[in-house]
């Protein structure tokens, strides 16, 4: 089964969010297979887009969380008061957080807080533009999943995600060659094997629409997309849904 994530970002409050989940729910009636829909909403739509998902099997994700366990933390999130409300997923080193200063060691910390609590981590691991150029980004990947998954024990709960989302594909209408992607995810997956880590989803993310959804979700590699500004939009949305759920993996 292929996995859908729609991160949702800074583009929609909660009334949109709840629209917009509302949309998806009524989409996936009329779908004969349903592939793994995750939504993530923004921090303040995720108790009541919790609550259209309750009963259904769309998995709910926040876009970010804390490492730290409770405290004086001015603005951030814990995963326990991520879990109170039903949030079972949680984007993890996303790079629109890594511009802001969060760092692959931070990732890990975050990485651990998750399995620990059994919410299910998406890490985001991807080069910038000037690596891509230089043909280093398999260097620059490995080294990234190094640092974050180095040590963490992760147990048979947890699907441990990770989504390569190339930088300068990300917002741009760029996309790798489905033969970079499949490389690149071929080396994460023996990475993390290597490291006794098994039970993982690998996905693609950046520009993905509905024109070039098949191209990746049709790669035995690809296990799945995580999308921005076509996931904001319900009929790209659907559409990408549906490309996946013809899709037998
Ligand atoms: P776009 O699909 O808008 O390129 O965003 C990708 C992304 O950052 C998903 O996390």
Known sequence: MKTIIANWKMYLGVRESVALSRGVLRGLRGMKTIPEVILAPSYPALGEVSKILSRSRVRLSAQNMSHQDHGAYTGDVSSRMLKELGVNAVILGHSERRAKGMVDSDVHLKLVRAVAEGIDPIVCVGEPSATHEAGETEGYVHEQINTIFEGVETNKRST????YEPLWAIGSGKTPSI?????????????????????????YGGSVDPENAYEFLNNSEVDGVLIGGAGVRIQKL???????????A
Do not use: N, P, W
């Open 179 to 203: 033969h970079d992607v499949e490389t690149v995810h071929a080396m994460i997956r023996e990475q993390l094997s290597e490291l006794g880590i098994d039970k993982v989803s690998v996905l």
């Open 238 to 248: 659907l559409d990408i849904i549906t490309v996946a759920s013809e899709i037998k």
């Open 160 to 163: 441990i995600y990770v989504a």
